[in-house]
């Protein structure tokens, strides 16, 4: 079981020692929470033209947390998870965590048990300081995410500081010390990162402003700044529920050989409520400098963004387009969903210009307050042969339970 890095623990260690007539009191404890979500999923994965087998798995997710009551502003929280394969489906890969690597089509759900989240939160009507293993999460995920989907989800050893100086203003920064990834302990990256990001609702909707500046700690010149702006919002036309999203950010990045490369971000969102189903249209550009560099996310859910078939979790050189409708809307007390995806790339290469495009669908049905079921598929058509990608199809059923 893997315990917070020494910088994180120290900092809570001091915080603790200075607090400790208040928050080792029995009263502290006396009085949690004890929470637990149980995830029990069957994946399956085919690909042509690669030599991968096909894969298949079934895996349980298992995560039990306690939080503590709040004394005089003060809490704490400890959350462990474990993820086991059930009844022998493992024929599977996970290449970072080196489980089975090279054999079959990747199924990023590695067998593991460590500490989820772990912290020491103060609080107040204006201010919250919160250092530990952490979930960070930023808007919709494009940027910061937990990669919810996974059953070995992403968290941070970090320092948080979150601040309402004046209604309607929310500003938050962090610092990352480790980023706990998908692919359990072996895989885990130290770094320096500081997330800086801001809210403020204005009448037309809720503009965001954030830098996100991500460094590793091994080796020099690895550095990734990205800087932007968001806008977000609802409003009512013609008896119509109409949503829109406008965002644009810039990144710079030095990579280890000493190369600096510079690329954009543009997302363009519109959506409409018609008779209970919701549609959405939009544009999204990873940027590209010159078809040697793709625009980067590596703190995001990208299981959430350019298709469920996670066929772009690191963007091409060429950068990549993504043009997509979906519509959602509900049946039989579920919420059912299709996407579709037309990707291109943002700069042409020689040989590459077109990179497929995907079909999602999805239905979720709540069996009861506690219980959850679900299935979805992802068929993906792949474009140029010289982009690297397979045709891929992904199926998924799972149960839920919470309490």
Known sequence: ??????RITLVLG????VHSPTLLSQSFFEGGTVSGIFNLRYEHVEQDDNALRDADALTLSSRLAYTTRTVNGFSAMVEVKDIRTVA?????SVGPSGFKPGRYSTIADPETTEVHQGFLQYSNDLFTAKMGRQLITYDNHRFVGNVGWRQDQQTFDAVTLTATPIEGLNLSYNYIDERERIFAEDADIDSEDHLIHATYDTPIGTLTGYAYLLELQDGPDNSLDTYGLRL???????GFDVSYLLEYADQESETSGGVDYDADYYRVEGGVTLGGVNLRLGYEE???DDALYGFATPLA????HNGWGDMFLGTPAEGLTDAYLSVSGQVFSGNWTVVYHEFDTDDDSLLVDDFGDELDVQYVYPISDNYTLGVKFALYDRGDMAAGKSDTDKFWVWLQARF
Do not use: C, Q, W
């Not at 859910?301 to 959430?304: E, I, M, Q, S």
């Open 1 to 6: 079981m893997k315990l917070p890095t020494p």
């Open 286 to 288: 990873m940027g590209s």
């Open 232 to 238: 977000t919002g609802n409003r009512e036309i013609n």
């Open 301 to 304: 859910t990208l299981h959430a």
């Open 88 to 92: 022998g489906v493992d024929d599977y």
């Open 14 to 17: 001091l915080a603790l020692t």
